[in-house]
């Protein structure tokens, strides 16, 4: 049986940063409120679609494997932000990455989205059916922000993470053992109304992020926590076996807490969700390949990746790291330059909505 393995990875940040302080201009809120009670500390807004991003952290990927963009079997975004409805982000991806011919779709699980389409992955090269399997957690969440909502607007942020995943003769490495899971009935606690074809075709739409942030909070550190643990016992493995917790990067407190739940110490969990917020579905590729560029991954660890996320949604996923921590090269991709502040990228949300100050 062939071990799918990860073998490539790769992210894109776009350059606009938005920090508290702009925030302070845009809703009632302040720096120390921020950090105290989320831990974020700046997000990235994007001057380009999902798309794009999707093919920098794509295109990165590949190089970082050492495989051209004509042997991928299938392309995956996971996204709940995509440019269009049809055709999907991994279509319109697939020919930004010149990956021709190659199976390609949208997965959407929201802030879970990267781990449903790791266990989907997986399973396609598995089973042979295919060889290489191209995923991307891509995100543009700005465009469903209302800045008089400052209990949502300070949270998220742009950007893409994607990794390759390769049938490989590493048998011992790669996805020990998942989980996911799903509860519709809290559909309400996390969701953009408006943003499909609900409702009337023509009535006007306010398409933005709504959340019950307390009960979100709280089903997350319970969703993570338990599917992590659950996934390590399917993996026949206990919580001293674990090298690194990849957590999905909504809040520095679910995060603590979970990691509390688990009895990890802060050396043994990652996060970077102080320099780009939720970035929902690209949350966790985009910490992976941070861990990988700092050193954190060492050939053989086991990692364990949990998230949370409108559905309401959650993962879990226990996976041993393959031989190869360092990147085979770089595709030198980037966005398109701009010189838009994250401010002058936000003006339309303002127009539509107004400010919370
Ligand atoms: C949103 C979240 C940060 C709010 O933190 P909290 O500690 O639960 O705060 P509460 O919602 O109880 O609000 C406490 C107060 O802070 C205020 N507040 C909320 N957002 C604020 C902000 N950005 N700046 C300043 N004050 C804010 C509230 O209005 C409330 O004021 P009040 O007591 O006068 O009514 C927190 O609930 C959270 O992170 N939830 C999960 C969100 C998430 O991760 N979603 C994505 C999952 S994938």
């Not at 949502?152 to 011992?172: K, N, R, Y």
């Not at 409108?310 to 041993?320: D, N, Q, S, V």
Request: proline share 4%; charged share 20%.
């Amino acid at each position: 049986m062939p071990a799918p393995i990860i073998t490539g990875w790769g992210k894109c940040l776009p350059s606009a940063v938005l920090s508290n302080a702009d925030l302070e201009t845009l809703t009632d809120t302040s720096d120390e409120w921020i950090v105290t009670r989320t831990g974020i500390r700046e997000r990235r807004i994007s001057h380009a679609e999902v798309s794009d991003m999707a093919a920098v952290a794509g295109r990165e990927a590949l190089a970082a494997a050492g495989v051209a963009a004509d042997q991928v079997d299938l392309l995956i975004v996971a996204t709940c932000t995509p440019d269009r409805l049809v055709p999907s982000a991994a279509a319109l991806a697939q020919e930004k990455i010149g990956a021709a011919g190659c199976g390609a779709m949208d997965l959407n699980a929201a802030c879970s989205g990267f781990l449903y389409g790791l266990a989907a992955a997986d399973q396609m090269v598995r089973t042979g059916a295919m060889r290489r399997v191209l995923l991307i957690g891509a995100e543009k969440l700005h465009f469903f922000l209302d800045f008089t909502d400052r209990a949502t607007s300070v949270l998220f942020g742009d950007g893409a993470g994607a990794v390759l995943i390769e049938a490989s003769e590493e048998d011992e490495a790669g996805l020990l053992a998942f989980e996911l899971g799903a509860d519709g009935t809290a559909a309400d606690i996390l969701c953009i109304p408006g943003s499909g074809t609900e409702g009337d075709p023509g009535a006007s739409r306010r398409t933005r992020v709504q959340m019950e942030g307390p009960t979100v909070f709280r089903r997350a550190v319970e969703a993570m926590g338990d599917a992590s643990l659950r996934v390590l016992e399917k993996a026949g493995l206990g919580l001293a076996d674990v090298d690194l917790l990849i957590p999905h990067q909504a809040n520095l407190r679910i995060v603590e807490a979970t990691a509390r739940r688990l009895g990890l110490d802060p050396a043994r969990v990652a996060v970077n969700l102080d320099a780009y917020g939720n970035t929902s579905a690209a949350s966790i590729p985009i910490a992976l390949v941070e861990a990988l560029e700092q050193g954190r991954v060492q050939p053989g660890a086991v990692l364990v990746f949990a998230a949370f996320g409108g559905g309401l949604t959650w993962a879990a996923a226990a996976y041993r790291w393959g031989s190869r921590v360092t990147s085979r090269g770089s595709a030198g991709a980037a966005l398109p330059p701009s010189t838009a502040s994250s401010l002058e990228l936000l003006a339309p949300n303002v127009a539509l909505y107004g400010k919370g100050v």
